[in-house]
């Protein structure tokens, strides 16, 4: 994946999005009692769903077929997880963060590379939103659970903000790496806090057709 040189800060984020949401799909995938490889799969799915889906919406070839690196990163979250596992696996919070971070991190990703390629504001937002949590919603499928952008959690909302934080960062002339910068922390604070303070979507309720049959029939 080649960037240029004034957006090499967005190469690091883009590595680190891809250990932080690696190791979280590693985690999940203990849950389940995976083996190694398996975690590893499960950990690579998360890392490259989101980007492979934008890249594919982009008409371009996938990110990870053009640089081995992102392969390696994934296999280096699944050693650090075996090493640490004691103790990481423990730490709750910290789990939640490395997911917080990832989506932060791979929403700026998804916006620039579809600012480079030309597309208007409106699709790069959505491209970072798609990049944030597709990872997500195909790991959650693939471990047999509800996808988290479906349920109550702010999910894929915290990461149109970021886009949104991008754009006026972007309007404003604000260099690129804050710009990027403000834009993931604005990702991973809306996240923070909607779980902290158990910030939520209302419910769609269900329609009940039972008491509608009734009605019908008097």
Same mark, same amino acid.
């Given at each position: 994946?080649? %960037?240029?040189?004034?957006?090499?800060?967005?190469? $690091?984020?883009?590595?680190?999005?891809?250990?932080? @949401?690696?190791?979280?799909?590693?985690?999940?995938?203990?849950?389940?009692?995976?083996?190694?490889?398996?975690?590893? $799969?499960?950990?690579?799915?998360?890392?490259?769903?989101?980007?492979?889906?934008?890249?594919?919406?982009?008409?371009?070839?996938?990110?990870?077929?053009?640089?081995?690196?992102?392969?390696?990163?994934?296999?280096?979250?699944?050693?650090?997880?075996?090493?640490?596992?004691?103790?990481? @696996?423990?730490?709750?919070?910290?789990?939640?963060? &490395?997911?917080?971070?990832?989506?932060?991190? @791979?929403?700026? $990703?998804?916006?620039?590379?579809?600012?480079?390629?030309? &597309?208007? @504001?409106?699709?790069?937002?959505?491209?970072?939103?798609?990049?944030?949590?597709?990872?997500?919603?195909?790991?959650?499928?693939?471990?047999?659970?509800?996808?988290?952008?479906?349920?109550?959690?702010?999910?894929?909302?915290?990461?149109?903000?970021?886009?949104?934080?991008?754009?006026?960062? %972007?309007?404003?002339?604000?260099?690129?790496?804050?710009?990027?910068?403000?834009?993931?922390?604005?990702?991973?604070?809306?996240?923070?806090?909607?779980?902290?303070?158990?910030?939520?979507?209302?419910?769609?309720?269900?329609?009940?057709?039972?008491?509608?049959?009734?009605?019908?029939?008097?």
């Amino acid at each position: 994946m080649v %960037y240029s040189s004034d957006l090499s800060f967005t190469t $690091v984020i883009d590595l680190l999005g891809t250990f932080a @949401f690696a190791v979280s799909g590693i985690r999940w995938a203990s849950t389940k009692r995976f083996d190694w490889f398996g975690a590893y $799969v499960i950990g690579l799915v998360t890392a490259i769903g989101g980007g492979t889906t934008r890249d594919l919406l982009l008409n371009v070839t996938p990110f990870w077929m053009q640089d081995a690196t992102y392969l390696t990163v994934t296999g280096l979250a699944l050693l650090v997880t075996l090493l640490f596992r004691n103790r990481l @696996f423990l730490w709750g919070r910290t789990l939640f963060l &490395f997911d917080s971070i990832g989506l932060g991190l @791979f929403t700026v $990703v998804g916006v620039v590379k579809s600012l480079d390629a030309g &597309f208007p @504001f409106w699709v790069c937002i959505m491209m970072g939103a798609i990049t944030g949590s597709v990872g997500g919603v195909i790991r959650d499928v693939l471990l047999n659970e509800v996808p988290l952008l479906f349920r109550k959690d702010i999910y894929a909302l915290a990461c149109i903000a970021g886009g949104i934080v991008y754009m006026i960062c %972007y309007q404003s002339n604000l260099s690129a790496s804050l710009t990027e910068f403000l834009a993931a922390l604005t990702v991973i604070l809306i996240r923070v806090v909607a779980v902290r303070y158990h910030v939520q979507l209302p419910f769609l309720k269900p329609i009940d057709t039972n008491h509608n049959g009734r009605e019908n029939k008097e």
